[in-house]
């Protein structure tokens, strides 16, 4: 797996992952940067079970709205349980290889994470 960044390798897979609650310029910026690097991109929307302000598929939705009609573009929900996959910004090891661990089972032909 290649994380560098430099030319873009259009035979790649990426993933980009995030809550996009709601999505935002930053968001689009970030896709399509990822997508000019790679062939396909599947962008992960992460719900947790504890965020029911706004339903999950209302969120994969907006995305859709906002970035589906891009080529090679993929939008896909990633539920989980808090208990499981803590939901926090603090920068921890165990925490990291939680996520990447739920990445892994959830896409087994990445090869570039943006």
């Known amino acids: 797996m ?33 997508k000019s690097h790679c062939s396909t991109l599947t962008v992960l929307v992460c719900c947790s079970d504890k965020e029911r302000a706004v339903s999950h598929s209302d969120r994969v939705n907006w ?15 990633l539920e989980y349980r808090e208990s499981e996959l803590p939901n926090t910004s603090v920068s921890s090891r165990e925490v990291s290889k939680a996520w990447a661990n739920r990445f892994a089972q959830s896409l087994s032909t990445v090869d570039l994470l943006v």
């Open 63 to 77: 995305l859709k709205d906002t970035v589906g009609a891009l080529p090679g573009v993929e939008i896909r929900l």
């Open 2 to 34: 290649d994380f560098s960044i430099g030319s873009p390798n259009l035979r790649a897979n990426g993933f980009v992952f995030g809550k996009f609650y709601p999505p935002h310029n930053g968001h689009v910026a970030l896709i399509e940067y990822a």
